[in-house]
């Protein structure tokens, strides 16, 4: 069994940064590939970004995000990142972390339980 728990995510301004943080237990995180979605009302939930199990593994971005968010993972701290800049309203929405991403931006059985992010304009 695997527990992913988010960090709390906040209000911030159009243009501003926040980073989302993800704990995970349970099972061995070096192994998995991580993830991080989002759905904002009234829309499906959709990919935002992805990154490989290996050290110093590769990532993927939606282009909406692309150049303006990173992903990142902590292997020894068992923690998965997503640094948030140059925010939009359009980015509002529950985010999410996930395990096993598979083929590259789909998501695997594991979910956080959502931490709202809110950008206003």
């Known amino acids: 069994q695997v527990q992913l728990v988010e960090s709390v995510g906040g209000l911030v301004q159009a243009g501003g940064s926040l980073r989302l943080s993800c704990a995970v237990s349970?099972?061995?995180?070096?192994?998995?590939?991580m993830g991080w979605f989002r759905q904002a009302p009234g829309k499906e939930r959709e990919f935002v970004a992805a990154?490989?199990?290996?050290?110093?593994?590769?990532?993927r971005y939606a282009e909406s995000v692309k150049g303006r968010f990173t992903i990142s993972r902590d292997s020894a701290k068992n923690i998965l990142y997503l640094q948030m800049n140059s925010l939009l309203p359009d980015d509002t929405a529950v985010y999410y972390c996930?395990?096993?991403?598979?083929?590259?931006?789909?998501?695997?059985?594991?979910w956080g339980q959502g931490t709202q992010v809110t950008v206003s304009s």
């Open positions: 996930n395990a096993p991403v598979y083929d590259g931006t789909s998501p695997g059985a594991y």
């Open positions: 349970g099972r061995a995180f070096a192994w998995y590939n």
């Open positions: 990154i490989m199990w290996w050290s110093g593994g590769s990532t």
